[in-house]
């Protein structure tokens, strides 16, 4: 394989005659590795619970905020007005409490899978998704965190192939030392450095 | 000249052309013009003071005048460049200084732009980007189009030199030194082609886009010109007195006068960007030529092919042509960028046959000719006719019922049989099929799109179903390229995961340069 390949690159120009002795076999689809069997790993545990807190926490305080204003006393409020605040109040905090609740079962959905040439990151609670990134053709890594993130020692990991910003892989919630390993083992890739 | 021999041997710092003076002087006033184009209004009412108190705006005008004059002289005065050790640097700015290092190995475009004023004095541009995702374009503005010749060699050499060092340090393949002599012609275009490409294809934007800041004027010299012509628009918009069958004309004539001289702009739009269209090969790089005032030159090394695109409109399909796209590596901030356009090489409205010469030119082993496409799930139509569309038009139809708006359901029935058939015609015309080596992509509603590209070429892979489509064991597939992503909508699971799985094992197996 390995002559192979050194034997295509370096002359793109007499693509036929060297690089494929016109090979055409079936590739034997049922021995490949498949990414319908994936091993998936689940995120740091943490990454969930801080997230719940965190849309549940704004759920109560979008409630807590709208009755304050409801039955203050500093200013008088027109019964109309005062029936449009607590309308919207409940609205607000049902619609928030719905999407805490979508987030809370999204959230166990998202995974990844890292194998010896590609990394997967599956997502997605009505629509499912699995991304597949092949170490060959990833040109950086990045670790990013937030404030939150930086607390719970918490660590999303940013994988930049050629595909352009509107593809970028990405996995949030990895623990610290999880993220820094696998990105040790993306760089440490072989190939990663074959192409610098 | 003199000088010419030298050019790439000189290691000094030198200056362009002096003709480059008027290029700086063009670009300076295109920027003016763009970007005070809002204060023109405001010029124009002043015009009559100005005229009024000569005394007053002379002297300012020409102090502006002046100043411009002396910006541009400075432009000019400190832009320099060398060559050294087989790196290009170049050095310009007036009061922000820019000092660019590109090495050789690391230019992958080189493109050749004259601009029409350039043409007397033999003169190009030499516009030079690297592959890095943030745009880093060098540009020699005026150059003896010898020495661009010249330098353009050079830095071709030297590529040639370090990939053919690469050649002999791994192996000892028989890779007769690539001649850079040799060109071949694969393509020209005839103008009686570029009229098809016009007519068939808007190349009107092309127009549309130099022309903005000028629409209202347009648009009162155009009513003025049918007002002499006895037409007046505001009497033609309202027809609430008039029969239906005046009506009809009215709306005929009024489409012709805007569809022909929009046709007309079309065709010479593309006359203007692909007059004298030549697509040929050196070695391993494609180098297309056009233009009608500017002259360009794009060069785009193969391997950086990423994807090449068959399309064929519905007027093209009248016409038995169609273009084909050779699409290379875009970043987003490019995409962005109208000069990613040129970027692209287009080639406009050929036949079947040298469509498929070109194809196969690129890909030598592609089985376009004998693939047989796979067609995507029926779902498709169920979905997009029997979930949407066809209870939106009930819904319609049934208040306008209620309402006895009998006229305006009679307008909207055509409206979603036309909706039908083009959704239909859509899912008619989505396939795909791949071989060992390649990816076959066809779309389209009316015209067809087909897209190839090797599979070793995909950065990434998504895999996406919902629900809905899980119950049916259907889903969609993404393949993400560096020159964009495609999508492969209602296939079977199964064989989403199977060309997941094949493409992924043919990426992964060999690692072999995308770019």
């Known amino acids: 394989m390995i002559d192979q390949h050194n034997l295509k690159t370096p002359c793109n120009t007499m693509p036929t005659l060297v690089d494929t002795p016109f090979s055409n076999n079936k590739i034997n689809t049922d021995n490949l590795p498949s990414i319908q069997a994936l091993p998936f790993e689940q995120l740091a545990s943490r990454y969930r619970l801080i997230r719940c807190w965190l849309h549940f926490s704004i759920t109560f305080f979008i409630l807590v905020i709208g009755l304050i204003i409801y039955y203050q006393l500093f200013f008088i409020l027109s019964q109309h007005s005062a029936d449009i605040i607590l309308l919207t109040t409940l609205i607000l905090f049902s619609l928030s409490f719905m999407i805490s609740i979508y987030y809370l079962l999204a959230d166990k959905q998202k995974s990844f899978s890292l194998r010896e040439q590609d990394i997967s990151y599956a997502s997605g609670l009505i629509f499912k998704s699995v991304v597949t990134q092949p170490m060959l053709r990833i040109q950086h890594v990045e670790l990013k965190q937030g404030p939150i993130e930086r607390k719970a020692k918490l660590a999303r990991l940013q994988v930049f192939s050629a595909g352009g910003a509107l593809h970028t892989f990405e996995i949030p919630g990895l623990t610290l030392e999880k993220a820094q390993s696998i990105r040790q083992f993306i760089l440490e890739h072989k190939t990663l450095s074959v192409q610098q | ?515």
């Not at chain 2, 745009?135 to 370090?162: G, M, P, R």
């Not at chain 2, 007195?241 to 489409?255: C, H, N, R, S, V």
């Not at chain 2, 949407?388 to 209620?402: E, R, S, V």
């Not at chain 2, 993404?478 to 964009?484: F, I, K, T, Y």
């Open chain 2, 1 to 515: 000249m003199n000088t010419t021999t030298a050019i790439t041997t000189i290691n000094s710092w030198q200056r362009v052309s002096p003709i480059a003076l008027l290029y700086f002087l063009v670009k300076f006033i295109k920027g003016l013009v763009s970007n005070f184009v809002y204060l023109l209004p405001a010029l124009y009412v002043s015009y009559n003071h100005i005229v009024k108190n000569p005394t007053l705006w002379l002297p300012i005008v020409l102090a502006v005048l002046c100043l411009i004059f002396i910006l541009v002289f400075l432009k000019y005065y400190f832009f320099k460049f060398r060559i050294y050790n087989n790196n290009l640097e170049i050095r310009s700015g007036v009061f922000a200084k820019k000092h660019i290092n590109l090495p050789f190995e690391r230019i992958q475009n080189i493109k050749l732009e004259q601009p029409i004023f350039y043409r007397p004095f033999n003169v190009v541009c030499l516009l030079l980007d690297t592959a890095g995702s943030h745009k880093q374009e060098a540009n020699i503005v005026a150059l003896n189009l010898h020495d661009a010749e010249q330098l353009k060699k050079v830095i071709l050499t030297n590529h040639q030199k370090s990939t053919l060092n690469n050649a002999t340090k791994n192996s000892t393949t028989p890779c007769n030194k690539p001649e850079l002599a040799q060109e071949r012609i694969l393509n020209t275009r005839a103008l009686f082609d570029l009229i098809l490409h016009g007519l068939s294809n808007n190349r009107v934007w092309i127009f549309l886009g130099g022309l903005a800041p000028f629409f209202d004027e347009i648009a009162e010299y155009v009513t003025q010109w049918l007002l002499s012509l006895g037409i007046n628009i505001e009497q033609i918009l309202m027809f609430n007195d008039k029969p239906w069958w005046q009506i009809g004309f009215y709306a005929f004539t009024l489409t012709l006068i805007i569809l022909v001289p929009i046709s007309l702009l079309s065709i010479l739009g593309a006359v203007l960007s692909f007059y004298n269209f030549t697509l040929s090969k050196i070695g391993d790089r494609y180098i297309r030529r056009s233009g009608l005032l500017t002259k360009q030159e794009v060069t785009m090394k193969l391997s950086r092919l990423q994807m090449v695109i068959r399309q064929q409109d519905w007027l093209d399909r009248l016409f038995k042509r169609m273009n084909v796209r050779f699409e290379q590596n875009q970043s987003l901030e490019n995409k962005l960028n109208t000069s990613a356009y040129a970027n692209k090489i287009i080639v406009p409205s050929v036949t079947e046959k040298q469509c498929q010469a070109l194809i196969d030119d690129a890909y030598p082993d592609n089985q376009l000719q004998q693939i047989t496409f796979k067609a995507i799930s029926k779902r498709y139509l169920l979905r997009n006719i029997g979930y949407i569309l066809l209870p939106l038009y009930l819904l319609l139809a049934g208040f306008l019922y209620i309402n006895d708006k009998t006229l305006l359901l009679a307008l909207i029935s055509p409206l979603f049989a036309f909706f039908t058939l083009v959704i239909y015609l859509r899912w008619r015309r989505w396939g795909y099929a791949y071989d060992n080596n390649y990816f076959y992509l066809r779309s389209g509603a009316i015209g067809i799109a087909i897209k190839i590209f090797p599979l070793y070429k995909v950065q990434q892979s998504q895999y996406k179903q919902s629900i809905f489509l899980r119950k049916h064991q259907l889903c969609h597939v993404r393949l993400v390229l560096a020159s964009g992503s495609v999508v492969i909508p209602y296939i079977m699971q199964q064989d989403g995961y199977c060309l997941i799985d094949n493409i992924l094992y043919i990426v992964e197996e060999t690692p072999r340069s995308w770019m």
